[in-house]
């Protein structure tokens, strides 16, 4: 196994940015009763709360940029140039024993290299949602629904193949979970799903259904649109901060096995994030995704008798960012 850790340390332009400061106004009535229920007033009177102060809402945007250019240099090189970005949101709602919590994440950057044309380097669209009512004590059953695809078409990109390979929307992956929630903290979870549903969706154009994101033979068959599993997983959450919040992390492991078909085979797929302020706007961050399905069949070149053949097996597949640049917390 065999991969490449891409990092962009070079040179960062800043752009002025003018971001809307958020006013924040509460009535003498909402004072009082935040101010009586911090006191150990009855707990009647701290339900009188509004609805909008039972939210938790914010995200965090990020921007890099990166530029090398050679002119005469005896040494060599290829110019080039980066650009990264990534905007994550969430809103969670708590009132008495339920929960809503709303996640979104997007990723994309794109590289120019030398005189060939732009391509992405990234690309990632995240959905989540999940409803939970407790049970007991840091307990909860749940219901989740999570969506993931990307923005723009992929391709193979290598010297003898630019096969298309991806597109919006194809596929789009499809996750459908009943099951309960263990939340000890603020910063520790564990989402146990005995019954959880995974659709694998192509758009309905046959051109994009036959390439199926380059996975036509191993998740959905050849001219259909879509392929559908039933089995359980389980999710573990893990966040934190350090330093006055400088320095934050967050790590998501998911398991999912397939009941109907190889249940001992798990896909393993691991998204971890960790961010280090520099200044106020500015940070550094690591971003690392690895992915392991047994349906996911990874082409590979071998030699064979003298002959150079490709064999298609499952591997784990790497992907890492090393990032630089404007950062806003809000």
């Not at 962009?8 to 935040?34: C, E, H, M, T, W």
């Not at 879509?226 to 492991?253: C, D, H, P, W």
């Amino acid at each position: 196994m065999r991969y490449f850790i891409t990092r962009i340390i070079l040179f960062v332009v800043f752009v002025a940015a003018v971001l809307p400061g958020r006013a924040q106004s509460v009535d003498k009535n909402i004072k009082d009763a935040k101010s009586a229920a911090v006191k150990g007033v009855a707990a009647s009177d701290a339900k009188k709360l509004p609805d909008s102060l039972k939210w938790k809402k914010g995200g965090s945007v990020n921007v890099g940029f990166s530029q090398t250019q050679y002119s005469n240099w005896a040494g060599g090189g290829e110019n080039t140039l980066a650009l990264s970005s990534t905007l994550s949101l969430f809103a969670n709602y708590k009132k008495n024993k339920t929960i809503w919590e709303n996640n979104a994440f997007f990723a994309y950057g794109l590289m120019k290299k030398g005189e060939t044309k732009a391509i992405k380097n990234d690309d990632q669209i995240n959905l989540g949602s999940r409803v939970g009512y407790q049970m007991a004590k840091n307990w909860y059953y749940s219901a989740a629904f999570l969506a993931k695809t990307q923005f723009a078409s992929g391709y193979k990109y290598t010297a003898k193949d630019t096969t298309r390979i991806s597109d919006f929307l194809a596929p789009v992956y499809m996750y459908l979970s009943l099951g309960l929630d263990y939340k000890p903290s603020s910063n520790f979870s564990v989402a146990i799903s005995p019954v959880m549903g995974k659709a694998t969706l192509v758009k309905s154009n046959d051109s994009i259904v036959m390439i199926t994101s380059g996975l036509s033979q191993d998740l959905i068959e050849k001219g259909k649109r879509a392929r559908y599993e039933f089995g359980g997983g389980i999710v573990f959450n893990l966040n934190g901060n350090f330093f006055s919040k400088r320095v934050t992390y967050n790590s998501q492991l998911e398991l999912f096995s397939n009941y109907l078909e190889d249940p001992q085979n798990v896909d393993v797929i691991w998204d971890f994030q960790f961010r280090m302020a520099l200044t106020k706007f500015v940070s550094a961050g690591v971003r690392l995704n690895m992915i392991y399905d047994d349906n996911q069949k990874i082409p590979k070149e071998v030699q064979k008798e003298g002959k150079t053949v490709t064999e298609y097996s499952p591997r784990l597949q790497v992907k890492e960012f090393f990032e630089i640049g404007l950062f806003y917390d809000f």
